[in-house]
């Protein structure tokens, strides 16, 4: 006879077939835990209170949503005891010696269609957060010595993945041709622009040449960084291949890779399919999502423009501070003699002095402030152009699909619509056979091109609908933006106000002691 005394001594050969086969019949064939929905619908099948079956659920142990096998036995022995009217608890658990009750759920073999089924995911959903998309991969993209020809000069970058562990070298050609590519492959996503190439007139040395090729060289890692952390380009062979070909021709390698893949249309499971996951109303979702991203877009860009002429105002006023430095130093440093007037000679003679120890302090405060300008260019004002530079490709993108898949698909059917009237009068006036079934197979042909566009179509707002979510995943930037700004604040004053306190007490010394004057204050080092 078996027994049931203490629950810790439940196990497989103590409980009798019945649980056994229960359990197998609802239990995933790859987990032997069963799921806590399982668990309710097979409570669910008995004759039960809502009551009782609350008190069986809240005495059983099912964390994380799963009870184990040894709480499942458990519960089905609830289950029994409370079928023949006693209070389930788990001291009657402990307390019975008895054979295990016999709970009154059917034949185990009727109770396989309660096992959870897969759930099918909507492929048009994309499950993914800021932390994701950030995590994916960061490039950088660093400007390497410039190696000069007989006659031109080129400017390289050294290109480094942190996902691949990899740094490859690429010249702005390469960023072309790769841009180029993944815009044909994936015409219906969100491709950022490069930065514009421009064609070098002068030498590097020039102030507004630095200027440009850093810009550029910012741009381009922005492109990377968005083209890698994508959740399907940076799954791509295009993109793997860029960031880690180290052979002498990258451009024949990328173009080799497209060929045997093609665009995302003739490649993607769900391209022939994507109007059956598209909602009725996905033009009017369009149009919402479309205008407030747009009103985002405009918002972005002012928040742009307003970092940086805070980070030019700080880089202007590091200049000011140091040049102010320079000239308290060049009136200190003056050696004119002071003409003998009365006893300010003397006074101004020592002041002169003092003042020479000044410059250390300005020169401080210029380096702060030029340390602040870098901050709120390279931690604001960059996060903003990133972001910015993924709101304009959506906007790209919608202009593609207007002009392109839009405006493709209405000139097939005005096409069409010439060939049927032709077709018509051609029936109406006799003409020779063979024309007539030439003009048949033409629209034929047409009836399939205009089904394609019509896939493609569907395709391409399903793509648009993906994006959409994409930027609003992106939108959290905005905290990471708003804590750069505010910390590069907080950083700059604090250390720019310890150096001007310094200069309060250093000043507060000028001005005192015999005669108004104090002997000159020592410079910190």
């Not at 790769?178 to 070098?200: C, D, I, N, S, T």
Request: glycine letters at 6%.
């Amino acid at each position: 006879m078996t027994t049931w005394t203490m629950e810790g001594e439940i196990n497989e050969g103590s409980v009798p077939l019945y649980y056994r086969e229960v359990h197998q019949a609802i239990s995933s064939r790859t987990d032997e835990r069963v799921q806590i929905e399982v668990f309710h619908r097979l409570l669910n099948r008995t004759d039960l209170s809502i009551n009782q079956q609350n008190q069986i659920t809240d005495h059983i142990d099912h964390g994380d949503g799963f009870l184990s096998k040894v709480s499942f036995y458990k519960a089905l022995a609830l289950i029994a005891l409370a079928q023949q009217g006693k209070q389930p608890s788990p001291k009657l658990l402990e307390n019975c010696i008895q054979e295990f009750p016999k709970p009154q759920l059917g034949e185990p073999k009727d109770l396989q269609n309660l096992r959870m089924q897969p759930v099918q995911e909507n492929p048009l959903l994309l499950s993914l957060t800021l932390t994701n998309l950030l995590g994916k991969d960061t490039i950088k993209v660093e400007l390497i010595p410039e190696k000069k020809g007989l006659f031109l000069k080129h400017v390289e970058y050294q290109v480094t993945s942190q996902r691949f562990r990899i740094s490859v070298y690429r010249r702005y050609s390469d960023f072309d041709v790769f841009h180029e590519l993944l815009l044909q492959r994936y015409a219906y996503r969100m491709v950022p622009a490069l930065p514009p190439k421009r064609v070098l007139k002068g030498v590097l040395a020039s102030v507004s040449e630095r200027e440009f090729i850093e810009g550029r060289r910012r741009g381009l890692g922005r492109f990377l960084n968005l083209v890698g952390r994508h959740p399907f380009f940076s799954e791509d062979e295009l993109v793997k291949t860029f960031l880690t070909f180290n052979g002498s021709d990258v451009q024949t390698k990328l173009r080799d890779a497209f060929k045997k893949m093609g665009d995302e249309f003739m490649t993607c499971r769900y391209a022939t399919q994507a109007k059956e996951y598209l909602p009725a109303d996905i033009q009017s979702r369009f149009s919402v999502s479309r205008e407030l991203i747009r009103n985002i877009h405009n918002s972005f860009q002012k928040l742009r423009d307003r970092a940086e002429r805070m980070a030019e105002r700080s880089k202007d006023n590091a200049t000011d501070l140091l040049m102010f430095g320079k000239e308290i130093s060049a009136l200190g440093s003056d050696a004119s003699p002071v003409p003998v007037l009365d006893s300010s000679k003397s006074m101004w003679g020592d002041l002169r002095h003092s003042l020479r120890g000044l410059s250390a302090e300005f020169s401080l405060l210029a380096e702060k402030a030029a340390e602040q300008g870098r901050r709120e260019e390279d931690d604001v004002v960059e996060k903003l152009n990133l972001f910015l530079d993924l709101l304009q490709s959506y906007r790209d993108l919608c202009e593609r699909h207007e002009k392109g898949v839009l405006h493709e698909h209405q000139k097939a059917l005005q096409k069409y619509s010439v060939m049927k009237r032709q077709m018509m009068s051609a029936t109406v006036q006799p003409k020779e056979q063979v024309s007539v079934e030439q003009l048949e197979s033409r629209i034929v042909q047409q009836e399939n091109a205009i089904q394609t566009m019509e896939l493609r179509n569907y395709f391409s707002l399903f793509c648009l609908h993906q994006e959409s979510q994409l930027i609003f995943t992106y939108l959290p930037i905005t905290s990471h933006i708003l804590g750069a700004f505010i910390n590069s604040q907080v950083q700059g004053h604090r250390e720019m106000g310890q150096v001007w306190n310094n200069l309060h007490s250093k000043l507060s010394g000028l001005f005192t002691g015999n005669n108004g004057l104090q002997s000159p204050p020592l410079t910190p080092k």
